[in-house]
T-cell receptor
Framework: AQSVTQLGSHVSVSEGALVLLRCNYS??????LFWYVQYPNQGLQLLLK??????LVKGINGFEAEFKKSETSFHLTKPSAHMSDAAEYFC????????????FGQGTELSVKP | GAGVSQSPSNKVTEKGKDVELRCDPI?????LYWYRQRLGQGLEFLIY????????KSGLPSDRFSAERTGESVSTLTIQRTQQEDSAVYLC???????????????FGEGSRLTVL
């Protein structure tokens, strides 16, 4: 079975500081991995995805994530946090051969302090 | 509309009543998904529709839950005899087929918040 685990349900950073949100996956096949963001009172929005090819993927709003097979990780980073980054972030893995169905992690709520 | 539309946005009901939630996917998207998001928890897969194929109902928590989809159009999620533990935000998403196993971006609606008293 495939799964993802997000370490830390709440992360707080200061504006301008590095953002690091952790995600580890479990998969017996090469995984397709995703990060989604949910701003307050809004639906989820795709930040970035890894399917094949380059292991460092760049997404919207300055976020990027690196697929590390040896560490079974797909951590999300942003060099400098902005107040508008405050939201809930979900890591997800696509279930193999089940038509695009995603399994989501528990989510990490990011707070940005001025 | 341009995005996934869900209604109602908020629903308060009494325990034991039936509720129906509606999802209008993006035009042309053949895949439609329902997820449930309980307070403080991640997204829980409920059901998936792809074109005319039999739906994947593996995530439905009990036989009180059912969903239908008319062709590649609107879907309704029905919860019968609601219980307090059904209180959650129900999210709908749609996507268009990609390459390996439909790897397309999921586009989510804003959800229907259900509160069962």
């Amino acid at each position: 079975a495939q799964s993802v685990t997000q370490l830390g349900s709440h992360v707080s950073v200061s504006e301008g500081a590095l953002v690091l949100l952790r995600c580890n996956y479990s998969s017996s096949v090469p995984p397709y991995l995703f990060w989604y963001v949910q701003y307050p009172n809004q639906g989820l929005q795709l930040l970035l995805k890894y399917t094949t090819g380059a292991t460092l993927v760049k997404g919207i709003n300055g976020f990027e994530a690196e697929f590390k097979k040896s560490e079974t990780s797909f951590h999300l980073t942003k060099p400098s946090a902005h107040m508008s980054d405050a939201a809930e972030y979900f890591c997800a893995v696509e279930v193999y051969n089940q038509g695009g169905k995603l399994i989501f992690g528990q989510g990490t709520e990011l707070s940005v302090k001025p | 509309g341009a995005g996934v539309s869900q209604s109602p946005s908020n629903k308060v009901t009494e325990k034991g009543k039936d509720v129906e939630l509606r999802c209008d996917p993006i035009s042309g998207h053949t895949a439609l998904y329902w997820y449930r998001q309980r307070l403080g928890q991640g997204l829980e897969f409920l059901i998936y529709f792809q074109g005319n194929s039999a739906p994947d109902k593996s995530g439905l928590p009990s036989d009180r839950f059912s969903a239908e989809r008319t062709g590649e159009s609107v879907s309704t999620l029905t919860i019968q005899r609601t219980q307090q533990e059904d209180s959650a935000v129900y999210l709908c998403a749609s996507s268009s087929p990609g390459t390996r196993s439909n790897t397309g971006e999921l586009f989510f609606g804003e959800g229907s918040r259900l509160t069962v008293l």
